[in-house]
């Protein structure tokens, strides 16, 4: 029970395969109160499913896209919570031509929504939920090895994802002070609806399994343990770095 009494948020899930809800679910496991975030009134169905009547769980709903519902969403929580102990952000999204063929044909406008739903996002939240974290908080947010080397059918994601992890770096110096720590989860590719978007996707999966020293594709599972250590006490010398779970893959050259 490492997270007994503390309250937080993981915004945004959409099934149960969401690597937010396992965090959700681990971080219930661990004695969290937790607040499940939902994109839109269809999301929200789909969060109300996964919740049921467990009362460790609370719904609230974000569109990251929308200016004024940071500020309604903290409004709410601090209605629900007073004051938060973790913050988890796990969305991400490039469209389609931001995917496919070639990075340089990526439109401005794919750019762009690729940059603001997949990190800017982020400083939006913490901006906005400053104010009602405690000190000692934790923050993290999710990437992937895209951000660090080209990764066919990624391209602009993988662009969204190095500019999330340089983000994390300068919030963890401006929250820093009141001992609010933000770190980067860095998951291997997972079967996600997110993650479907990408061309190729069970084939990376499956050499990964092949490839990396456990001989195994990390699974959502694994990101739930390491989120909680990120949210627990055991963590309060760790920020700005960017933990991979993925099974070891990322040390592998040949």
């Known amino acids: 029970m490492l997270l007994e009494g ?29 607040g499940v975030g939902a994109q839109n009134e269809r999301m929200l169905k789909n969060v109300n499913e996964l919740t049921g009547d467990n009362k460790g769980y609370d719904v609230f709903t974000i569109d990251f896209a929308f200016e004024d519902q940071y500020e309604q969403l903290r409004q709410q929580v601090e209605q629900k919570y007073g004051k938060i102990d973790f913050l988890v952000h ?13 990075f340089m044909d990526v439109s401005l ?21 400053e104010p009602v974290m405690n000190d000692n908080a934790s923050v993290m947010a999710m990437s992937y090895l895209g951000s660090v080397r080209a990764c066919r059918n990624y391209n602009t994601m993988g662009v969204a994802k190095a ?13 820093g002070p009141r001992g609010i720590r933000v770190n ?51 963590s309060k010398g760790v920020t700005g770095q960017v933990i991979y779970v993925d099974a070891g893959y990322n040390i592998i050259a040949l």
């Open 163 to 175: 500019a999330l992890e340089a983000s994390v770096r300068y919030l963890a110096v401006d929250l």
């Open 90 to 102: 796990t969305a991400a999204f490039a469209p389609k031509d931001g995917l496919a063929g070639k």
């Open 6 to 34: 503390k309250k937080g948020l993981v915004l945004n899930v959409m099934n149960k395969n969401s690597i937010g809800w396992a965090v959700a679910e681990y971080a219930r496991g661990h004695g969290a109160q937790v």
């Open 109 to 129: 406008e794919g750019f762009q929504t690729a940059l603001h739903i997949s990190c800017f996002s982020l400083v939006q939240l913490c901006k906005a939920l």
């Open 184 to 234: 980067t989860i860095s998951p291997g590719p997972m079967n996600t609806v997110a993650a479907r978007g990408v061309k190729g996707l069970l084939d990376m999966i499956n050499y990964v399994a092949d490839t990396a020293p456990l001989k195994r594709a990390a699974v959502q599972e694994d990101v739930g343990g390491a989120a909680v250590y990120l949210m627990s006490d055991l």
